[in-house]
């Protein structure tokens, strides 16, 4: 074990010859003889050396004079000079001045401005260090480059500077290193490790999978007679996008995955033992977990721009994975022949029932006109009305000119009395049918049964029937119109890029997915490390 020695005080500036002084320092030597330069330079030692007691002033004698001025010569510093005083009072010798305290250290053998004098300054511990006092030396097993050994180089303060700034440099690069290896094993703990394994599962264990791809097309019936928005929008993707939708979210949806199921078999493929363990179902699993695995290996995508849907289907065998395309694709065409139909019956059924309704009411018009020339016992009282007018005016006519015919008879002085009385006999008939002709049209025209209301009556029925008549051809009509919209409102699926086998896997995609784990492992390192981050500066200030 090695012992640090302990000095009280010690200087270790290296004294400067004789032969190297300089007027320079002659010239400043008075200067640090100064109490402020020694103050300055050494606060510590003015503050801790002792004050020698006073003795009686004796005179020097010629040699020791002589002694003091070679002395004096050699330009020692203040520095120096109070250091000799230190080492003389710490031998017991009693200096009068700081020359006079280089003089007897010399006297007795002791250079005060050797390196070996720092030696002499360390306290004994122990007796035997006391008796060799002025043979102090630093245990062997202390090397003499220790840095813990103050230097005995007199460095400049530029060059103490640039030393202080040297060792701030290492301990900063030091301390780099020293994170950087840490963040270098975080790095490797939290990011690197789990994108190993990452990739290990990749390339040795992932099961490889084919992808069969289809696309398909929901088109419309041609119309040749469209008009309007619907004439625009008819034949184009945007007149199907709807269908297109519907189609997608079935195929996507959890009743298709348990018809693929029952008619093909999704689940048992996907139990299989050959299948790694990430991407098999277990034995006996749910239909919510077949149908999570059913998400991720069915993509069916639509896109707008051109009303193409896109499917691709995912399976551990390519000849598995294009049969389930093919069934998936004609369960798509069965619902979208559903929903065509559906929109036609709903079409086809209020038109039919508008027709029905104005089939009805004419029916209802006719019976009513029936019934009304059933009550007259004739079936148009218009016309017996009409018959009877005439008569009466065919009457009126014969009766006129028979009364001018016996005027003309009578106005003779002698007029035959045989046609007179003939012609009074035709007046008579004419008068008498006339009177009949009227009552019979009085009570036609008269009376709650009579005639002219019941005329009036089968012409409102005859209207009414006339109006029937009309709403039933609009009926029908607006039927026939209702058929070939229904028509055209057919849809019919397309497809495009049949189902074909793949021969070599689509998935796992090996580097990307690799590159992605990366990704996202560093990305959760990161937001880990800049929250704890935050926490711990929250934290300490």
Do not use: C
């Amino acid at each position: 074990m090695t012992t640090k020695p302990t000095a009280r005080k010690f200087r270790i500036r290296r004294s400067t010859p004789p032969s190297d002084a300089t007027p320079a320092a002659d010239a400043a030597k008075p200067a640090a003889d100064t109490p402020q330069a020694r103050n300055k330079e050494s606060p510590e030692t003015t503050a801790e050396t002792p004050s020698p007691k006073p003795k009686p002033e004796q005179k020097p004698s010629t040699s020791e004079a002589a002694a003091l001025d070679d002395i004096r010569s050699e330009g020692l510093t203040g520095r120096q000079l109070r250091m000799a005083r230190r080492v003389a009072h710490k031998h017991g010798l009693s200096p009068k001045s700081d020359l006079d305290a280089v003089r007897l250290l010399r006297q007795q053998g002791i250079e005060p401005f050797q390196r070996s004098t720092m030696l002499e300054l360390v306290v004994p511990n122990t007796p035997e260090d006391a008796a060799r006092k002025g043979h102090i030396q630093l245990p062997q097993t202390t090397p003499a480059d220790d840095p813990r050994l103050p230097s005995t180089e007199t460095l400049s303060p530029a060059e103490l500077r640039d030393r202080q700034i040297s060792e701030i440099q290492k301990d900063i690069a030091r301390r780099r290193r020293r994170k950087s290896l840490a963040l270098l094993g975080r790095l490797s703990f939290f990011v690197f490790l789990p994108t190993l394994l990452a990739a290990w599962y990749f390339y040795a264990v992932a099961t490889p999978m084919y992808a069969t791809k289809s696309e398909f097309l929901i088109l419309q019936a041609d119309s040749a007679g469209g008009s309007g928005v619907g004439g625009l929008l008819s034949g184009t993707q945007f007149a199907t996008s709807s269908d297109s939708i519907a189609v997608q979210a079935f195929l996507t949806s959890k009743p298709a995955m348990l018809r693929l199921d029952d008619e093909v078999g999704f689940k048992s493929h996907f139990a299989q033992a050959g299948i790694d363990p990430i991407q098999r179902l277990s034995e006996g699993a749910t239909n919510e977990e077949a149908y999570r695995r059913y998400q991720k290996n069915i993509k069916v995508g639509y896109d707008p721009t051109e009303g193409m849907i896109r499917m691709e289907v995912i399976a551990a065998d390519p000849e598995i994975s294009a049969r389930f395309s093919r069934a998936l694709i004609s369960y798509a065409e069965e619902n979208v022949n559903g929903l065509s139909a559906q929109k036609r019956d709903d079409q086809m059924a209020e038109a039919r029932a508008s027709f029905d309704n104005a089939v009805d009411e004419r029916r209802q018009a006719q019976e009513a006109l029936v019934t009304l020339q059933l009550q007259g016992d004739t079936l148009d009282p218009e016309a017996v009305i009409a018959g009877l007018r005439s008569q009466i005016n065919q009457v009126e006519l014969l009766l006129l000119e028979k009364e001018l015919e016996l005027a003309a008879l009578l106005d003779n002085a002698r007029p035959n009395q045989s046609r007179v009385d003939g012609a009074r006999g035709d007046v008579r008939r004419l008068n008498d049918q006339l009177d009949e002709l009227n009552a019979r049209m009085t009570d036609a025209s008269q009376g709650e049964n009579s005639l002219a209301q019941l005329s009036v009556r089968i012409q409102m029925a005859q209207a009414d029937l006339a109006t029937r008549d009309m709403l039933l051809q609009s009926a029908l009509q607006q039927m026939e119109q209702t058929r070939m919209e229904a028509n055209r409102q057919v849809r019919y699926l397309t497809v495009s890029v049949e189902p074909v086998p793949s021969q070599e896997p689509s998935y796992p995609r090996k580097f990307e997915n690799t590159l992605v784990a990366f990704l996202v492992f560093a990305g959760i390192y990161l937001m880990v490390s800049l929250t704890a981050s935050i926490l711990r500066e929250q934290v300490t200030s």
